[in-house]
């Protein structure tokens, strides 16, 4: 639900809009500005996340320097990262399985934007499949100089491999990964 600020606001419906669009000198109705109001607001909403087993398996191993996925006992595959129930056949994961830190790049993207919570450009998130993993785990691909837009997707070619770079102190977080790294770069 959003909910409108109940001061400062009032006087600015009706009439009142008309007189702030319309304000200074007489502007020709095709070449006025148009105006929006603006209602300041803020949303402080604390919550806890629970990240169930899967996830929470996932990261617990990540502490440990391990990448576990979960196996489907219908499709065989390993999912990485692991989900509680594989999504094509339905039923519920059962076994953990380790796959290795290295892997093959199966696409990838190069940001040069900055966005909120992001970090400072340029960077490249990428997906990542593990060896002994069947889906690819999306993470930053990093370790080698990004800036030039023409020539830096020739840095992390698709199907070149790749291998984790591990945070020295890690929390049980993805970012106990800092990146994966194209090999042989
Ligand atoms: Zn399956």
Request: net charge positive; charged share 30%.
């Amino acid at each position: 639900m959003i909910t409108r600020p109940e001061s400062n606001n009032q006087e600015m419906l009706g009439e009142e809009v008309k007189e702030v669009m319309s304000s200074g000198s007489k502007v020709p109705e095709k070449e006025k500005k148009e105006v929006f109001l603006e209602f300041p607001g803020r949303w402080n909403i604390p919550y806890v996340h629970s990240a169930g087993k899967a996830a929470t398996k996932f990261f617990t191993e990540l502490k440990e320097k391990k990448i576990v996925g979960s196996r489907c006992p219908k499709c065989n595959r390993v999912l990485v990262p692991p989900r509680n129930f594989c999504e094509r056949c339905f039923v519920p994961t059962t076994d953990w399985v380790e796959v290795k830190d290295t892997g093959v790049i199966l696409t990838f993207t190069i940001c040069y934007v900055q966005f909120t919570g992001l970090p400072k450009p340029p960077y490249a998130i990428g997906g990542v499949k593990l060896d002994g993993a069947d889906t690819g785990l999306l993470w930053f691909i990093g370790g080698v100089p990004l800036g030039n837009q023409k020539e830096d997707y020739k840095k992390m070619p698709i199907g070149s491999r790749a291998k984790a770079v591990w945070n020295e102190e890690r929390k049980g977080a993805m970012s106990d990964i800092k990146y994966f790294k194209p090999m042989g770069t």
